[in-house]
T-cell receptor
């Protein structure tokens, strides 16, 4: 099993450009999450999904959109990138069972917006 | 709403013990602990649910004091491999894993 994979690993954007980050998991997890991590800030939840076709806002959703058309994939979109969105983005997934809320994280995408 | 972790950083010698605390001003339903090594993804350690349950994992254990809204992570006889940043994530109520993470505690274990 590959676990959670993220594409791309690195990306540099110019202000105003758009891009989509792809997250894929092969563990048949119901829940998927997108986080951003900035130095000294910990992990902050952007959006999450509890199943195919459903999404919800997290702690810092502004400037991002998401879609979950297939159970195994969770896409994060930046419509008009801003320097404040320079960060490391992590995707995670988990089962819905309360006793198994362990989140499995992908390797991360380092995004720089100039 | 963000839980407060203390200390922010700690340096240990191999074999020493450490305690990392995670405190919230709000009532908590659960506390989740993760470790992240530099340049890597966070790795799950354990979940503690409301009820003061204590858990253990090899020489790493944790407790959850519901009355104080505080969780403590105990690292016993630390090894070099314990180095990394430890994060606690909290839920005020049962949610779909919608966690609020603390800023982390950086642990460095020296030989």
């Amino acid at each position: 099993n590959a676990g959670v994979t993220q594409t791309p690993k690195f990306r540099v954007l110019k202000t105003g450009q758009s891009m989509t980050l792809l997250c894929a998991q092969d563990m048949n997890h119901e829940y998927m999450y997108w986080y951003r991590q900035d130095p000294g800030m910990g992990l902050r939840l952007i959006h999450y999904s509890v199943g195919e076709g459903t999404t919800a806002k997290g702690e810092v959703p502004d400037g991002y959109n998401v879609s979950r058309l297939k159970k195994q994939n969770f896409l994060l979109g930046l419509e008009s990138a801003a320097p404040s969105q320079t960060s490391v983005y992590f995707c995670a997934s988990s089962y819905s069972d309360l006793a198994s809320y362990e989140q499995y994280f992908g390797p991360g995408t380092r995004l720089t917006v100039t | 709403q963000q839980p407060v972790q203390s200390p922010q950083a700690v340096i240990l010698r191999e074999g020493e013990d450490a305690v990392i605390n995670c405190s919230s001003s709000k009532a908590l339903y659960s506390v989740h602990w993760y470790r992240q090594k530099h340049g890597e993804a966070p790795i799950f350690l354990m979940i503690l649910l409301k009820g003061g349950e204590q858990k253990g994992h090899d020489k790493i254990s944790a407790s959850f004091n519901e009355k104080k809204q505080q969780s403590s992570l105990y690292l016993t006889a630390s090894q070099l491999s314990y180095s990394g940043t430890y994060f606690c994530g909290t839920e005020k109520r049962r949610s779909q894993g919608n966690l609020i993470f603390g800023k982390g505690t950086k642990l460095s274990v020296k030989p």
